[in-house]
């Protein structure tokens, strides 16, 4: 099974508007991390945001923030007010102690916000 | 303040051609350094990492080797390139020992290797 699914390939979005991507993990681990990374095309890799599964708060920074629904195993990034530096592939990632604190990336979503 | 610094950044070589990328940390000591390859379109997938110098793991059985000669240096290697070793390949570093909670991983910035 995977350990992050991202189920939107692609997504675009309005500039100044508010989008939500999606992450679903899996893990029998009480304690892990979630991670979101954005890689614009550059290619290099940009951490954003973190959420450890003990946190009773979501997780903010700035304009991102990760809706961690524990019960349900998703951990979403919105970003609010998008804005055109914003388009680039966002990464959800897990990293799970029971594997040696191994990190699991999902298959990326392709985020284009439209002027 | 830590920085990785990896190169080249673009490379072409032929098949069959050997190939060498290096990964260097500077700021941070005993590091975990990680070799990452993404495929066009597609998500990371782990390729190497390496907790001290001379020890390396392997995470997918192919025609690539790393090395790490000294405690902030990662070598990627080939001996023989072929055309499924095209990609963008990132390395990474991260922190032994767990003191702050977001530890997660730092990249390079990446080479775009084309074998042709």
């Known amino acids: 099974a995977q350990k992050i699914t991202q189920t939107q390939p692609g997504m675009f979005v309005q500039e100044k508007e508010a989008v939500t991507l999606d992450c679903t993990y899996d893990?029998?681990?009480?304690?892990?991390?979630l991670f979101w990374y954005k890689q614009p095309s550059s290619g290099e890799m940009i951490f954003l945001i973190y959420?450890?599964?003990?946190?009773?708060q979501n997780a903010t920074e700035g304009r991102y923030s990760l809706n961690f629904q524990k019960a349900r195993k998703s951990a979403n990034l919105v970003i609010s007010a998008s804005q055109l530096g914003d388009s680039a592939m966002y990464f959800c990632a897990m990293r799970e102690p029971s594997t040696g604190n191994q990190f699991y990336f999902g298959t990326g979503t392709s985020l284009t916000v439209i002027p | 303040s830590q920085t990785i610094h990896q190169w080249p950044a673009t490379l072409v070589q032929p098949v069959g051609s050997p190939l060498s990328l290096e990964c260097t940390v500077e700021?941070?000591?005993?590091?975990?350094l990680y070799w990452y390859r993404q495929a066009a379109g597609r998500g990371l997938q782990l390729l190497f990492y390496?907790?001290?110098?001379?020890?390396i793991s392997s995470e997918v059985p192919q025609n690539l080797s790393a090395s790490r000669p000294q405690d902030r240096q990662f070598i990627l290697s080939s001996k023989k390139l072929l055309l499924s070793d095209s990609g963008f390949y990132l390395c990474a570093w991260r922190r032994k020992y767990y003191r702050v909670p977001n530890y997660g991983y730092t990249f390079g910035s990446g080479t775009r290797l084309t074998v042709v």
């Open positions: 959420q450890g599964s003990y946190d009773e």
């Open positions: 700021g941070t000591s005993n590091p975990n």
């Open positions: 390496s907790v001290g110098i001379g020890q």
């Open positions: 893990t029998s681990d009480q304690s892990y991390g």
